[in-house]
């Protein structure tokens, strides 16, 4: 059983988005997302260490995912062969635990990571915290997609979908 969650081509699904990057503390990245003509989220941009940065991010915003009963999440995403984190947050606050998953993807080649919930691991600003609670799965507030892989240069990651499978 599957449930698609996240789907470029409906024509809501760009206003749902918000970039946030390391400007947020001083840092210079800068990224962007648009939607394609093939409807598929184009997340780019530069990454930049200057001013103790090196994160960009998109997620969304304004609603929840109820995701009680599935083992994980599905990216079908193509890039250019760096390290991308998938996440997803119990709280629809700026800051705050995020749960995240790690995938690559591959250089121009579509793939479908399988990324089952046990190996979301709870981060606040890039550290992993020990005590926090089990990722909520009937309260997800936030779904996202974030580079932090600490090399300096541009990026580019598509993504078709999203999807919770059982």
Do not use: C
Not at 61 to 83: E, I
Not at 120 to 148: K, N
């Amino acid at each position: 059983m599957e449930k698609k969650i996240v789907d470029f081509s409906s024509p809501d699904e760009k206003e749902r988005w918000e970039i946030i990057n390391d400007t947020v503390m001083g840092g210079v990245s800068e990224s962007r997302t648009s939607i394609t003509d093939n409807k598929t989220a184009l997340f780019q941009g530069v990454l930049s260490l200057e001013n103790s940065g090196g994160f960009s991010s998109m997620r969304t915003h304004g609603g929840g995912f109820d995701l009680s009963g599935y083992k994980g999440l599905m990216v079908r995403a193509k890039g250019d062969g760096k390290d991308y984190r998938l996440r997803a947050r119990m709280d629809s606050s700026y800051e705050g635990i995020a749960y995240q998953a790690h995938f690559s993807a591959e250089q121009d080649t579509w793939i479908t990571a399988r990324l089952p919930f046990d190996a979301f691991r709870p981060v606040f600003r890039g550290r992993i915290v020990e005590d926090a609670p089990q990722l909520d799965l009937s309260g997800i507030q936030s779904i996202g997609f974030m580079i932090a892989d600490k090399q300096a240069g541009p990026f580019r990651l598509e993504i078709e979908w999203v999807k919770a499978y059982a």
